[in-house]
């Protein structure tokens, strides 16, 4: 463990101390209810966790967020919540809502909008430094909740079944340089690149490698995404899942049909967070397919994208 891993969880059992609203989250976070939901092979973790209702439910629209007090700005902060230097321009916060058993967000210093294009060197480093950890990118469009405010978070190593299932499913490399690869992700119902690169300046490359083939749908700032990273025997572990929309059909339905789904990348990494019971009890194999169908690229539209890499 690195000494920076150390010190996010002596900040966790801190905050959970001193912090009501953190102890409270982990607390709930402790009773909520999970299932299994086996779909062509691969388990998704499904999680009834209603204190997400904040995240699921939450307004994302351009007039809303400018309108609100930003929740990742220093200023708008707790007095009880601490904030941990671990790398520069950024700091180190407890999620007070979490979804695994460790839950950190990493929110720039400054409010400036969430983009991948210029941060990604940002991401891969403190992944490094945080072994043991998973970060996790949403893209503005693609499940982050403060698209105001550049962050990304880092959870419990190997909890999101995507951490394990895109070293044991990948197909073989297609792309890549004399330190890194890239294959395709494909038979997973949302389909994604692997990287694996024993350099930065590799992981770097390629991943932007992927970023240019991205379509960029019109009127966004950036091409939509969920990204995982990992650093694991000394090398970067990157899963790039493309996304076609946010929210499926279902978050717009009415009655039965209804379902408050809003996928980042949690669910994406096979953790599928609901925040009403009835919702919970209605998820099934078929159900999760039409959700990730909806959201997420098939392999047909990658394949295509890998195409333009090689
Ligand atoms: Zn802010």
């Not at 019971?277 to 990730?292: S, V």
């Amino acid at each position: 463990m690195t000494n920076e891993s150390q010190r996010a969880r002596l900040l966790l059992a801190r905050q959970r101390i001193s912090w009501p609203a953190a102890k409270a989250g982990y607390e709930a976070l402790g009773r909520i209810r999970s299932k299994s939901v086996l779909i062509d092979g691969f388990y998704v973790k499904v999680q009834y966790n209603p204190a997400r209702i904040i995240s699921s439910g939450a307004v994302t629209d351009a007039q809303y967020v400018r309108s609100r007090p930003c929740f990742l700005c220093s200023a708008n902060m707790s007095p009880e919540q601490e904030a941990l230097p671990i790398y520069p321009g950024y700091t180190m916060l407890c999620n007070p809502y979490p979804i695994f058993p460790e839950h950190f967000t990493l929110p720039s210093l400054r409010h400036t909008e969430q983009r991948i294009d210029g941060t990604f060197a940002d991401f891969i480093r403190m992944a490094r430094m945080l072994s043991g950890f998973t970060l996790f990118y949403n893209g503005p469009r693609s499940g982050a909740s403060a698209p105001d405010h550049l962050h990304f978070q880092a959870v419990t190593g190997l909890y999101m079944p995507v951490d394990n299932d895109a070293l044991l499913y990948r197909e073989k490399p297609f792309a890549g340089d004399s330190r890194g690869t890239i294959s395709l992700l494909a038979g997973y119902r949302r389909a994604g690149f692997v990287i694996e690169a024993e350099t930065e300046e590799s992981c770097r490359t390629l991943f932007g490698h992927i970023y240019n083939v991205l379509p960029l749908p019109e009127g966004d700032a950036e091409p939509r995404m969920n990204i995982f990273c990992r650093y694991d025997a000394n090398r970067w572990i990157t899963t790039v899942m493309p996304r076609i929309q946010h929210r499926p059909r279902q978050y717009y339905a009415e009655g039965s049909d209804h379902i408050l789904a809003a996928p980042g990348a949690a669910d994406m990494g096979g953790v599928f967070i609901t925040s009403l019971e009835e919702d919970y009890e209605k998820i099934t194999p078929d159900i999760l397919c039409d959700i990730y169908g909806q959201v997420a690229f098939d392999d047909a539209r990658l394949r295509i994208l890998a195409q333009k890499i090689k």
